[in-house]
């Protein structure tokens, strides 16, 4: 749940034989669950396809959940940041459009990873450190229109990025809707109008304090 | 996925032992889920809780799958209708509280439901199924603020419903952050802004029509 728990110590040598067989059996994982999905996810079958000896990958990542908190924190270790585009609609519209793409991405890894934060307590632990840093670097979106002009500053940034994207996760993860290819757009749009009507907009400082 | 599926053939003699044993069994399942959730939800324990013989359960539902699903259909099968304050936005945050209450309740019956949708088809299927009943349901609510003037006659009911109470299932089922008592009020208040900004406005129809 924090996006400061110790990363696996697989992390230590980036460049060596550890990080190597990390990379291996990561790329597995995802093969296997975007082939076969967590039903069909096991120990065996991804060191098999990793190459990589089965008292290893048990060893270093215990389980199926292991290796899945694993793929989810890898997700994460990277230099990601929401694309810039001139405007807050515009911004929200293009981190929408990345977070339709990847849930409805072939094959299905995302959506299946969040399925699986459904069955591992490691996996959900670890896809709430992802979208934590994911919505944490996306606040940027908010202190850039405040910059702008185009929000106040006191603006909940959090509760905007919230509900700008939340549309696409209900649809796609929940109601299970086919893609709706303006959705991106529309809840970008939607979330824009609400903000400049100041619908995040947070109360000052009390004057006692 | 379609709200038109037959129901099971339990339903066709309402105040008979067929009701009285569905009954039973539901209410076996619900208490199941709650203290066990999927992982422990079994046809015998089902059966033995009920006090139904395991064979009728078995023939009657088939699988557990069969189980939640008959579970979620009998959710639906209810006269619920959405609370009416007199307001869109009052109207939206009656519905999100309700919406939070069932999420956050205990045991966390509604929770384990959804969480078994990613487990099973046929649960899947229903909850599909009673969520496009609620949302049907809630239209009303929007025809209402039209007829009171609030919103202009084209007006996207579906988007407007999304667009309100997503926030809350995107942070209480997915991201799985502690409940935050002001998050129905807010969304209600984000969504109805948007709304008097124009944001669910549909075009006119073309004219050369």
């Given at each position: 749940m924090t996006p400061t728990a110790p990363r696996p110590?697989?992390?230590?040598?980036?460049?060596?034989r550890t990080a190597r067989i990390r990379t291996q059996v990561l790329d597995a994982v995802r093969a296997e669950l975007g082939e076969h999905g967590y039903d069909g996810l096991t120990m065996d079958a991804v060191a098999a396809r990793a190459g990589v000896h089965r008292a290893t990958v048990y060893r270093r990542w215990g389980d199926v959940g292991g290796l899945l908190a694993d793929v989810l924190d890898a997700a994460g270790d990277d230099d990601w940041q929401p694309s810039e585009t001139g405007s807050l609609q515009g911004d929200l519209a293009a981190l929408n459009h990345e977070i339709q793409a990847a849930l409805t991405a072939q094959p299905p890894i995302v959506a299946a990873l969040i399925a699986a934060s459904f069955r591992s307590e490691k996996a959900d632990h670890a896809q709430r450190r992802l979208w934590e840093d994911r919505y944490a670097r996306c606040e940027t979106i908010v202190s850039r229109a405040v910059r702008r002009g185009?929000?106040?500053?006191?603006?909940d940034a959090r509760r905007l990025l919230i509900a700008a994207t939340a549309p696409l996760y209900h649809q796609l993860?929940?109601?299970?809707?086919?893609?709706?290819?303006h959705l991106p757009d529309h809840a970008a749009r939607t979330a824009a109008l609400a903000a400049s009507a100041g619908a995040f907009a947070t109360p000052p400082p009390a004057d006692d304090t």
């Open positions: 110590e697989t992390l230590r040598r980036p460049g060596g185009e929000l106040p500053p006191r603006t993860v929940l109601l299970r809707t086919p893609p709706d290819p």
